[in-house]
């Protein structure tokens, strides 16, 4: 769990994702388009780190996204957060993009 509290914090926007997953796709794609270069993390090959996600109360474990280092959720979090214009606002007091 430090290990994932730690890749978390080290930028203001990161995201755990299968390679194999369309939902982390289009994650990732959001945050591109709106400007943000989050960290990537694959988590393809590392049953550890999906589980310390799990530990951590991400259900489902991927796509996990954290911005300024706080867990925001999984994709329907994450889309229900840009539907309303909050994901944005946090993108933005996180300094992970600059509008």
Same mark, same amino acid.
Request: charged share 25%.
């Given at each position: ?12 926007? %990161? ?5 194999? /997953? /369309?939902? /982390?796709?289009s ?30 109360? /991400? ?5 996990? %996204?954290? %911005? ?9 979090? %994450?889309?229900?957060l ?18």
């Open positions: 769990m430090d290990r994932v509290k730690d890749l978390a914090s080290k930028k203001a926007a %990161v995201i755990f994702t299968k390679s194999s /997953c /369309c939902m /982390c796709h994650i990732k794609a959001l945050f591109y388009d709106l400007g943000a270069s989050p960290a990537i993390h694959e988590v393809d090959h590392d049953a550890d780190m999906e589980w310390a996600l799990r530990r951590l109360g /991400c259900n489902p474990a991927i796509p996990a %996204v954290f %911005v300024g280092g706080e867990y925001i959720g999984s994709a329907k979090d %994450v889309i229900s840009h539907v309303d214009g909050s994901l944005k606002q946090k993108l933005i007091k996180a300094r992970a993009i600059w509008f």
